[in-house]
């Protein structure tokens, strides 16, 4: 399961513009701020990885997502792992003060990536384990298991202990499973992780192989 490789391959607009070479892939998705960059860093973050890019000169870093991604946040990144398989980053979603019409293209420009890429083995949905469940994480939740998509939920942040405003994870966490579980016979795995203790990182990655092994 260990990644020994990471290249950045390409940015796409459109859905029908992303790599078109057979290569199973993930795509994780989150609302903005979730720990989607954090966490790809800490999948792919190895002493002897190398992180290259196609176009000459450029040598990714270890923060090589956030770089990437900084300002695109409306492009689909595809990142191949050991030549042999794509970590996707979608856009993120549910700004706090984003207008409906974002919010909409937000999701027909995700949906499209969605319904057209044959070669998706899971979607990793990020929910983030230090407040109690919202609402838009559901509703994404339940538009992927509406439309038969395999997901896993990858619970972030849960390093983060009670106290102050925030609630506990582990309360977090069963809330969330309690308010999904109406909506599926069977529910998604889960795994809880964080990126600040590396909780949860060699399973997302077993979990991972696992699913492209099926
Ligand atoms: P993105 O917008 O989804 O890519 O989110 P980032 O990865 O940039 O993280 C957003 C904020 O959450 C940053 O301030 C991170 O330091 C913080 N963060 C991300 N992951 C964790 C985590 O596992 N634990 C804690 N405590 N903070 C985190």
């Given at each position: 399961a260990r990644i020994k490789q990471a290249e950045f391959v390409k940015s796409s607009s459109r859905a029908k513009d992303c790599p078109k070479d057979g290569k199973p892939e993930f795509a994780i998705?989150?609302?903005s701020n979730i720990g989607k960059s954090s966490l790809i860093n800490t999948l792919v973050r190895q002493k002897d990885i190398a992180l290259t890019?196609?176009?000459?000169?450029?040598l990714i870093c270890c923060d090589f997502v956030c770089s990437w991604t900084a300002g695109k946040t409306q492009l689909i990144?595809?990142?191949?792992?050991n030549r042999s398989w794509y970590i996707v980053d979608l856009p993120g979603?549910?700004?706090a003060h984003a207008s409906e019409?974002?919010?909409?293209d937000?999701?027909?420009?995700?949906?499209?990536?969605?319904?057209n890429r044959e070669m998706l083995v899971a979607v990793l949905l990020l929910v983030d384990a230090s407040v109690p469940p919202q609402k838009i994480d559901l509703d994404c939740a339940n538009w992927l298991?509406?439309?038969n998509i395999g997901m896993t939920f990858v619970f972030t942040k849960c390093d983060k202990a009670k106290g102050g405003k925030g609630s506990r994870p582990s309360d977090n966490i069963q809330q969330f499973h309690e308010l999904i579980r109406t909506c599926y016979r069977e529910p998604p795995p889960w795994i809880t992780t964080s990126s600040v203790t590396g909780?949860?990182?060699d399973e997302l990655l077993m979990h991972m192989s696992q699913l492209r092994n099926y």
């Open positions: 998705i989150g609302r890019s196609k176009k000459p000169g450029i990144n595809h990142f191949l792992i979603y549910g700004f019409s974002a919010r909409m937000w999701s027909s420009f995700t949906k499209g990536y969605f319904q298991g509406r439309n909780m949860g990182r």
